[in-house]
């Protein structure tokens, strides 16, 4: 690929609201919105890879690294085709991906990370609250046993967390996630803003 994808990376512990985020971020003109937990949700069950990723998220475990590429591959070329992302104009705000360093030396090739969200919350216990109510509300059977959130945030420690170390520290910017959803994204549009105006000028439109 000549062309690589201006991205922005929200970054934070499971439960640090980067999907809220993403999906009011995903309605601001110019930015696109890209979930891999949604892209592995959408799957149907019966499929291969749709087994495949029940049988890790039941556990609160990764899917394997070469199989999230791929997909995550296939997806951004079907957003593409179907310009729903366009990705001369729209910055890709990536959540849930790269979660490990092996996704974001392989994901080096297709994106040019422009800045990195990186969701802060003071109180961890507070991402265990939110896990467990959104595990009610959105009746997902990942986070309905206290034991896979643990499983999570310990996998988060251990494989997502080095993902920073990959990048120069001046892309990344740490935002409060403690708030209301309008004062997270406040904080988040003060950085991404700027960011956004930059971009576009260096991308014809
Ligand atoms: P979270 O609540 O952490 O935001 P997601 O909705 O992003 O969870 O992801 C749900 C599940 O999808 C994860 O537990 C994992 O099994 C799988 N998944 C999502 N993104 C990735 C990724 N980049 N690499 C591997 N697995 C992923």
Redesign the pocket.
């Known amino acids: 690929m000549s062309e690589r994808y201006q991205a922005i990376l929200l970054f934070g512990a ?2 640090a609201g ?2 809220t985020q993403g999906l009011l971020l995903g309605n601001i003109p110019g930015f696109f919105h890209m ?4 892209m ?2 959408t799957l149907d069950h019966h499929s291969e890879v749709g087994q495949l ?1 029940d049988q ?2 039941s556990r ?4 394997p ?1 070469e199989v ?1 590429i791929k997909m995550w591959r296939e997806y951004v070329h079907a957003q593409t085709v179907l310009s729903l992302y366009k990705s001369h104009s729209d910055l890709l705000c990536l ?6 360093v092996a ?1 974001t030396q392989a994901m080096n090739e297709y994106i040019d990370v422009r800045g990195i969200i990186h969701l802060v919350a003071s109180n961890p216990e507070e991402m265990v609250t939110r ?1 467990q109510k959104r595990a009610i509300e959105q009746k997902r059977v ?2 309905a046993k206290i034991e896979v959130i643990r499983n ?1 945030l310990n996998i988060y420690e251990r494989e997502t967390r080095p993902v920073l170390d990959q990048f120069d520290p001046s892309l990344i910017h740490e935002v409060n996630a403690i708030g209301t959803p309008a004062e997270v994204l406040g904080g988040i549009l003060r950085v991404l803003a700027p960011i956004q105006a930059a971009a576009h000028s260096t991308v014809p439109n």
């Open positions: 499971p439960g980067k999907g979930s891999t937990g949604d592995f949700r990723f890790y998220s609160g475990e990764l899917v690294d999230t959540d849930g991906i790269p979660r490990t996704q896990l990942d986070d999570r």
